[in-house]
Structure formats: C-alpha cells, structure tokens
Nanobody, 114 residues
Framework: QVQLVESGGGLVQPGGSLRLSCAASGSIFSINVMAWYRQAPGKERELVATIFRGTTNYADSVKGRFTISRDNARNTVYLQMNSLKPEDTAIYYC?????????WGQGTQVTVSS
C-alpha cells in the first residue's frame, strides 16, 4: 500500500510563488512516475506535470512557470510554482504510478487572488 500526503498549498497573490510537497510512504519502488494534477471548480482534473527518472513534462499552461522535481531518498516530489495566476486556482493532487497501479493524495488547495 502507498500513501501520498501533500502540503504547501495556500492563498497567494497573483505573481507570487508557492512550493508544494508530496511525501510518499509505504511500498515505493524505484521505478515509478510521479505527477501533479489539479482540479478547478466546475472543471475536470488535468495533468500539470510529470517526472520519470529525471525527465519532466509540463502542461502548456504552466511551462516556464512551474518546476517539478523529486528527492528519491525522501520519496518526495515537489512542485515549485512561480508567477502564479488566478487561473492556477485549484486543488492540486499528487499522483504516483508504479507497476500498473495508481495512487492519489488527498489534495491541497491553491488559491491565487488579490
């Protein structure tokens, strides 16, 4: 079993920054894909960024502003979010895929507003 716990969300003004963290525990294998998704009110959940063995991919809407990284020793993935916009407001979810199984965190709220 795998548990994912996100932290770091909050309220920030437009143009500000936040850093989200996701700590994974349980049966974590060395080969896995970790990702961040988000879901805004009234919208479907969308992929924000992924990281696999150092290779990263981003949604077009966040390229150049968000950076995903991971600390394998701590089984933790991060999402550094800069130049935040009101449209980035959403619940952000951590996701882990390994051995054909998918795990989700409980989500952390990010609100971008003046």
């Amino acid at each position: 079993q795998v548990q994912l716990v996100e932290s770091g969300g909050g309220l920030v003004q437009p143009g500000g920054s936040l850093r989200l963290s996701c700590a994974a525990s349980g049966s974590i294998f060395s080969i896995n894909v970790m990702a961040w998704y988000r879901q805004a009110p009234g919208k479907e959940r969308e992929l924000v960024a992924t990281i696999f063995r150092g290779t990263t991919n981003y949604a077009d809407s966040v390229k150049g502003r968000f950076t995903i990284s991971r600390d394998n020793a701590r089984n933790t993935v991060y999402l550094q979010m800069n130049s935040l916009k009101p449209e980035d407001t959403a619940i952000y979810y951590c996701n882990l895929n390994q051995r054909s199984l998918t795990y989700w965190g409980q989500g952390t709220q990010v609100t971008v507003s003046s």
